[in-house]
């Protein structure tokens, strides 16, 4: 907005308004006596289009767009650390530092016996299938050996800050009221580890309102957010008595996505120097892109069935580099369509290259 309002601009104006008997040009008592005021007018100018900038959501800040978005009860949700368990041979102490491949892990609690829970020092997904032998970060007497044996609580990276000024640009477009779907999807949205959920109606001779919820990361989520979740929403010991942010009366039971397992099967014709060997690798990606791609947008599927087409297959393994054709592609078995419920997502079980 005050992208002109620089110094120059500024002096000018200043000079100009002296008239012709007055010197203006630089190091005149005119000139010197406004430099001082049009540096600081620069300043101003430059603080006031920042101000402007951060006025609406559509162009503030990360920092403040982040604040903003909790007056409008959505939470920023930043990089969170992998938790896991682990097996060791023999006791040891809460604290004690192990590493993993590239990532070096802390001891937080006692499982069982020898059974741990350990935390990550590394923020994000990265490390969230890491699985293996440990070793001790510093000098452990007599070690006897471990192992991460299982992911407890997958590590988040930091919220798109993109997708984050959506959901608050969103807030507006719809008004959470009293347990309607807008009310449940904007505070189910902002818990962490949601990347969306799907309210749905009490159905005929049921007695409850059945929300799905998908990961953060489009996946499956684990039963500890779904327990998270239920309990913020309608904890089990009092459905229906408004206990969490449901209304009084409303008994509500949540629901991870449930996977539906894909195997594509196809025949490929490569360019010279390509083959399967070369290529497969890539056209799995390809076609897992694609298959993450439906799953990032099964919230907006809310009243249709999620397609998993057959064209959109052939369409992403023909633009892999070395591909010249595509053909005789099947989905689970049949060459068609495969059409998705409600409350399913596609996961990518194999590709198979005939």
């Not at 990276?157 to 477009?173: A, L, P, Q, S, Y």
């Not at 109606?201 to 327990?227: C, L, M, N």
């Amino acid at each position: 907005m005050y992208e002109d309002r620089v110094f120059d601009t500024i002096m000018e104006e200043m000079m100009a308004a002296f008239g012709r008997d007055v010197r203006t040009d630089e190091g005149s008592l005119a000139y010197n006596a406004c430099a001082k005021i049009a540096e600081k007018l620069e300043e101003i100018y430059g603080d006031m289009d920042e101000l402007n900038d951060n006025i609406l959501p559509d162009t503030q800040d990360d920092w403040h767009l982040i604040e903003y978005g909790k007056e409008r009860g959505i939470t920023y949700h930043s990089a969170t650390q992998a938790v896991v368990r682990a097996v060791f041979h023999q006791e040891i102490e809460i604290g004690e530092r192990f590493t993993c491949g590239d990532y070096t892990y802390e001891v937080i609690e006692q499982i069982e016996g020898y059974t741990y829970q350990m935390i990550c020092e590394t923020e994000g997904t990265e490390t969230n299938t890491t699985i293996g032998k440990l070793e001790p970060a510093e000098y452990v007497e007599n070690y006897q050996g471990g192992e991460i044996t299982e992911i407890l609580k997958k590590g988040t990276d930091d919220e798109d800050i993109e997708e984050f000024r959506k959901k608050v640009i969103e807030t507006f477009k719809t008004t959470a009221f009293c347990g309607n779907k807008a009310d449940y999807r904007r505070y189910i949205n902002q818990l962490k580890g949601i990347g969306g959920c799907k309210p749905r109606r009490r159905q005929a001779g049921e007695a409850q309102i059945d929300i799905y919820i998908i990961s953060d990361d489009f996946s499956v989520p684990d039963a500890e957010t779904v327990k998270n979740v239920q309990e913020a929403v309608d904890p089990e010991d009092s459905h229906g008595e408004g206990s969490g942010m449901a209304p009084i009366c409303h008994t509500v039971h949540i629901s991870g996505v449930t996977k539906t397992s894909v195997t594509i099967q196809t025949k490929v014709t490569y360019d010279s120097g390509y083959s399967t060997a070369t290529s497969k690798t890539q056209i799995e990606t390809a076609v897992k892109t694609y298959l993450r791609e439906l799953c990032e947008s099964w919230e907006a599927k809310e009243e249709t069935d999620m397609i998993v087409r057959l064209s959109q297959i052939e369409a992403r393994i023909i633009n892999v580099e070395g591909v010249a054709d595509v053909e005789a592609t099947t989905i689970n078995g049949k060459a068609g369509n495969l059409a998705l419920s409600f409350e399913k997502i596609p996961v990518l079980e194999a590709v198979n290259i005939v």
